[in-house]
T-cell receptor, first 114, second 108 residues
């Protein structure tokens, strides 16, 4: 693994179904983030984690949950998907504490909820 | 709240210069990032400014004025491969707030 990986690449999901988007990084970054990107709205932060064992809510957390059991993995779960959650989802990671705090992004998951 | 504004679209000719402006009003500020995003791909880091002034990196430069809540990204000697979206993002307590992005189209 090099950098950040996300799975699946794309998914079509029926409304009401549960779905977990996976994210794994191998850079030993302490912070990880989930964003959704919608046309005209840019990237919006859903949830974040500054270190393993802790999580926080971003700008649009409703309908989503996350966990951070270890440094490398940060799954995003939609408990009961709705059509408004149709979006492209990006996972990112960074090394909190460094001045630049550059975030590195995964390739994204394109999710369609019907 | 966070308010970050940048133009929606810009078009320029190959070899020309384009300046993408970004204005922001945020509850906190720990620096400003510019990212490039090609269609269907992930954003990639271009530049970071935390102090006022100009940062130059090859064909790309970024400027920041904290007192004015203003930044710009300057792309020189435009190439076709520079056609992409450019995202302005403000770092606030290690979380990024993004503008909606500026789509730059480079014409031959």
């Amino acid at each position: 693994i090099a950098g950040i990986t996300q799975a699946p690449t794309s998914q079509i999901l029926a409304a009401g179904r549960r779905m977990t988007l996976r994210c794994t990084q191998d850079m030993r970054h302490n912070a990880m983030y989930w964003y959704r990107q919608d046309l005209g709205l840019g990237l919006r932060l859903i949830h974040y984690s500054n270190t393993a064992g802790t999580t926080g809510k971003g700008e649009v957390p409703d309908g989503y949950s996350v966990s951070r059991a270890n440094t490398d993995d940060f799954p995003l779960t939609l408990a009961s998907a709705v059509p408004s959650q149709t979006s492209v989802y990006f996972c990112a990671s960074s090394r909190v504490g460094e001045a630049a705090n550059e975030q590195f992004f995964g390739p994204g998951t394109r999710l369609t909820v019907l | 709240g966070q308010n970050i504004d940048q133009p929606t679209e810009m078009t320029a000719t190959e070899g020309a210069i384009v300046q993408i402006n970004c204005t922001y009003q945020t509850s906190g500020f720990n620096g400003l990032f510019w990212y490039q995003q090609h269609a269907g791909e992930a954003p990639t880091f271009l530049s970071y400014n935390v102090l006022d002034g100009l940062e130059e990196k090859g064909r790309f430069s970024s400027f920041l004025s904290r007192s004015k809540g203003y930044s710009y990204l300057l792309l020189k000697e435009l190439q076709m491969k520079d056609s992409a979206s450019y995202l302005c993002a403000v770092n606030n307590d290690y979380k990024l707030s993004f503008g909606a992005g500026t789509t730059v189209t480079v014409r031959a």
